[in-house]
């Protein structure tokens, strides 16, 4: 399984991103799809996250500013970013679970994390 994220830059604040992680590989079928940020000397953390059954949550300092989609029939998340600001500027990585079953064996399911590359995101004051 592979993520490429893609989408991010160099931005004023104020303005708006557009992230996408697109899934690819073998696999049963994805559970939980995120986005995480990791600013320079910080922990990575997570800033939204969308389930199977449509659960949409968000961080604090990202909430109602940040929208995550969720494109189940092609296998993408995206990360909308409005009004960004200075802070928000960090490498930006998605993040998801993955559920096979090993021999293809229902009786032996096995959950599997991965992550993409990471997309820069530089927010200019």
């Known amino acids: 399984v592979q993520l490429q994220a893609s989408g991010g830059g160099l931005v004023q604040a104020g303005g708006s991103l557009r992230l996408r992680c697109v899934v690819s590989?073998?696999?049963?079928?994805?559970?939980?799809m995120d986005w995480y940020r990791q600013a320079p000397g910080k922990e990575r953390r997570m800033v939204a996250e969308?389930?199977?059954?449509?659960?949409?949550y968000y961080s604090d300092s990202v909430k109602g500013r940040f929208t995550i989609f969720r494109d189940s029939a092609k296998n993408t998340v995206d990360l909308q970013m409005d009004s960004l600001r200075p802070e928000d500027s960090a490498v930006y990585y998605c993040h998801v679970t993955a559920l096979h079953f090993i021999d293809h064996d229902f009786e032996r399911p096995k959950i599997e994390d991965y992550w993409g590359q990471g997309t820069k995101v530089t927010v200019s004051s």
């Open positions: 969308t389930t199977t059954g449509g659960g949409k």
């Open positions: 590989g073998t696999m049963h079928s994805i559970g939980a």
